[in-house]
């Protein structure tokens, strides 16, 4: 009679979460529907992580109550001098087996679909980017724009545009952080690594070395700083000058203006 | 007792009080670390030491000794050691002398770790070594390779001698299904040893060939990969982690049906799910170290997958450790707290966890505070709180006496507040940017506020782990006699005389039918 009814709460249970299970595909597709405008990583990485940490929030203070709850109840106390737990019949042994593993793989993969989604949007480089090419060196970022003009330390970017690094290492490893835009990559020697963000708006942010490099990683900190397009223009009309005054002797090479640039004007 | 009879022992429980000494040396050292720089921190630019450098071989020396030197030895040498064979109600292990040599090498080991401090140009590669910095540093990267490789040899020739000893020496009418769970966690740690320690061996054995013979294995501009390396390192470092963790739950286990006098909840569940699902999954989760290193995109969704599943085996620990806390019979001891504690630390570092399994979130903080806070929770200090219980619990078997209960719970409730002030700020912080591996944090000045709270707590739980150490030494001196089986435990161990004389037991044991170890009874 109680293994019976045993059973069919397992069966009960077990079909509720086989549904759970079925609707990922599902729910993952969900995530994906803002697809017209360019993505923002940094918002939708917000999103996320604001989402799982509360799962996790919730989760831990259930089974951390439920826990402390068994604790206080099973105390020693008079009359109380020994554990009482019996043997579990096999059919609740197997449900004390199978249920949880549907119950962690649904979230497994409810987690995993959401994190592949936004794994898309993080590597997906949208088509109206600037690619901007990054050397990481012991202890200096070097960027190379698309039209030659280089810096260091300091990325001016305009707004509105999506911006992409292609990043080796001239030494040793490296990691371009920018907390702002959470965001990173390692750079190594040997191979082009990418990262890319979205700057939306006019503003500064530190770019930090996040993989152990060598004695002043943690003094390898630079700056993004994001220019409204006219501002950003007119700033790189004025590096351009300044390369063309410095490759004076030989003739300019076409060098392409930059994309967003070439759109404003 | 003389010094000589010490260091020449083939007892399994004199090797396994050597490998005790020397670990909480080796904690002890790796702890010191972790207060100069927890000092270091304490303001932005210089604080006791104007030398980066400085800084980044306290960091190196306290994560290679920490893992390498304490926690390793102390869960599969000490525990493993003394506990193994008393469970199964063997004499010894089936290696004496090879048990030995597995001291002695782990005591080289520490030594060659300890000597960092004196010679001229000490490692700075940090406890993962990766080139190409370990093979351009001036530092002495030979002197890690050289620690990494002796220290992993000496637990192999361990990892041999339990496996054989459980195979072969249990007492009649010891079954399978009747082993201490801690014996199924510690011989599934060796086995992820015997299996992976080798591939360690070769990536360190590799950067040193790099640095010093002119070999070019992780040199791209000469045909090497430098992505090789970390693919090598962390295929045994992941795993390793499991080879902490599977004891040190173990060490939890023991405890908790101890001192709740309760079975452990559904056995087979704890073992074949459990236990049998972290060796399943131990090697295919890797890469999620390696979620910003450039790996191919395909490699990092699929790691994504495996390393969410190992929740499954996990989570099934969790369910046999509260199943067994239900309905028990709990006495809130020593051992019992810091059990208890490990409970609510894993608990928190596991959840911590779940963001970094997905590397879309992990992008943003990977190698910051984050994961430092998150791998102490789930690792560093639940292994650590573990063993200490775990010395507790045993600490009148191994004596014959009594440590001090109050000092014992103070110690404890005083490290638990200090780790809890250090390891959830430092979560905070690594969300809002700080990066790890850092000697000065100039560009976050907003930070040094929480990084003072970090270094109070530090300080904090220094109080706490030396009271615990000290209540030991004073109760192994005149602690009071505490008989042969002070928490009433039908497990092997207790039932022979405390402390065990050499051979473990007068006569050779053997078990009724009915007996289990967690089989407790009224009276
Ligand atoms: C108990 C007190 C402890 C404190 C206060 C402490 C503190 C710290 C701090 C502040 C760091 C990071 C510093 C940085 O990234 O610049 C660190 C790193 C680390 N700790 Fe601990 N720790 C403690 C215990 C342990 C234990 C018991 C282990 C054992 C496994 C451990 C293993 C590590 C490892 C592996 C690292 C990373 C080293 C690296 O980045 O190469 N720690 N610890
Ligand atoms: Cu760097
Ligand atoms: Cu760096």
């Known amino acids: 009679m109680k293994g019976k009814r045993m059973h069919d709460t397992i069966k009960r249970a077990a079909a509720g979460l086989a549904a759970l299970f079925l609707t990922v595909p599902a729910w993952a597709a969900g995530g994906a529907k803002a697809a017209a405008a360019t993505p923002d990583p940094a918002r939708d990485w917000d999103l996320l992580w604001n989402e799982v940490i509360f799962d996790i929030t919730i989760i831990g203070i259930l089974f951390a109550i439920v826990t402390a709850w068994f604790i206080w109840q099973a105390r020693r106390r008079p009359g109380n001098e020994v554990g009482a737990s019996v043997p579990l019949s096999p059919a609740s042994a197997v449900g004390w087996v199978v249920i949880p593993i549907f119950v962690f793989l649904s979230i497994d993969l409810y987690t995993a679909a959401n994190g592949w989604v936004l794994w898309n949007t993080f590597r997906d480089v949208p088509a109206n980017r600037m690619e901007i090419k990054l050397e990481a060196g012991m202890y200096s970022w070097d960027y190379t724009y698309p039209n030659g003009v280089r810096t260091q330390n300091e990325l001016v970017v305009p707004a509105g545009t999506p911006i992409v690094l292609r990043m080796t290492s001239r030494d040793t490893l490296h990691s371009h952080y920018i907390p702002d835009f959470r965001v990173k990559e390692d750079s190594m020697p040997g191979r082009i690594t990418y990262l890319w963000f979205n700057p939306t708006k006019p503003g500064e942010h530190i770019v930090t070395c996040a993989e152990y490099c060598g004695v002043m990683h943690g003094y390898m900190a630079g700056r993004i700083i994001v220019k409204a397009p006219e501002e950003y223009a007119a700033w790189m009309k004025g590096e351009e000058t300044r390369l063309a005054a410095l490759t004076a002797p030989e003739p300019a090479p076409a060098a392409k203006p930059a994309k967003p640039a070439a759109k404003k004007t | ?523």
């Open chain 2, 1 to 523: 007792m003389n010094l000589k009879e010490w260091i020449f022992t083939t007892d399994h429980k004199r090797v396994g009080v050597l490998y005790l000494i020397g670990s909480i040396a080796a904690f002890a050292v790796a702890g010191i670390m972790a207060l100069l720089m927890r000092a270091e921190l304490s303001t932005i630019g210089p604080t006791i030491t104007a030398n980066p450098t400085q800084y980044n071989v306290w960091l190196y020396t306290h994560g290679a000794v920490m893992i390498l030197g304490f926690q390793i030895p102390a869960l599969t040498g000490f525990f493993a050691n003394y506990c193994i064979p008393l469970m199964i109600g063997a004499k010894d292990v089936a290696f004496p002398r090879v048990n030995a040599l597995s001291v002695w090498l782990f005591y080289v080991g520490v030594i060659l770790a300890l000597l960092t401090f004196f010679i001229p140009d000490p490692p700075d590669v940090m406890w993962t070594g990766y080139p190409p910095y370990s093979t351009i540093t001036t530092g002495n990267t030979a002197m890690y390779s050289f620690t990494v490789l002796i220290l992993g040899f000496a637990s192999i020739i361990g990892g041999v001698n339990f496996l054989t000893t459980v195979a072969y020496m249990r007492a009649p009418g010891i079954t399978l299904n009747k082993l201490n769970i801690f014996v199924w966690c510690t011989l599934a740690a060796f086995v992820l040893q015997l299996i992976f320690v080798p591939v360690l061996g070769t990536a360190v054995s590799l950067i040193s060939m790099d640095k010093y013979l002119g070999t070019n294995f992780f040199d791209p501009t000469k045909g090497g990969d430098v992505l090789t390396y970390q693919n090598l390192f962390w295929f045994y470092s992941h795993p390793a982690v499991y080879v902490i963790f599977l004891p040190f739950i173990g060490v939890v286990y023991e405890i908790i049906a101890a001192h709740a006098k309760n079975m452990v909840f559904n056995y087979k569940m704890v073992v074949y799910g459990g236990v049998g699902g972290i060796v399943l999954l131990a090697g295919e989760v890797w890469v999620h170290h390696l979620y910003v290193s450039g790996m191919a995109d395909w490699l990092r969704i699929g790691q994504m997958v495996t390393t969410l599943m190992i929740s499954i085996p996990v989570g099934l620990m969790m369910i046999g450790l509260i199943g067994t806390l239900y309905k028990g019979s709990i006495a809130f001891t020593t051992p019992m707290l810091y059990a208890l504690g490990v409970v609510f630390l894993f608990l928190i570092g596991g959840l911590t966890g779940i963001p970094l399994a997905v590397p879309s979130l992990t992008i943003g903080v990977s190698d910051t505070y984050y994961v430092v806070g998150h791998f102490h929770y789930v690792m560093a200090v639940a292994g650590t709180f573990a063993i200490f219980g775990g010395v507790y619990h045993w600490f009148p078997k191994m004596t014959g006496k009594m440590y001090n209960e109050f000092w014992g719970k103070l110690g404890f409730w005083i490290t638990f507040v200090g780790v809890n002030i250090v390891f959830w700020i430092m979560m905070d912080v690594g969300v809002k940017g700080m990066p790890r591996r850092y000697y000065d944090y100039a560009h976050f000045p907003q930070f040094e506020g929480a990084h003072q709270w970090m270094t109070v707590g530090a300080a904090i739980l220094a109080v706490g782990f030396t009271i615990a150490i000290l209540n030991w030494i004073l109760g192994a001196i005149n602690g009071k006699p505490a008989g042969d089986n002070p928490w009433g435990s039908p497990s092997l161990e207790w039932t022979t005389v405390s402390p065990p004389p050499h051979g473990n037991w007068p006569s050779p044991p053997s078990v009724s039918e009915d007996w289990h170890p967690y089989g407790f009874k009224k009276g």
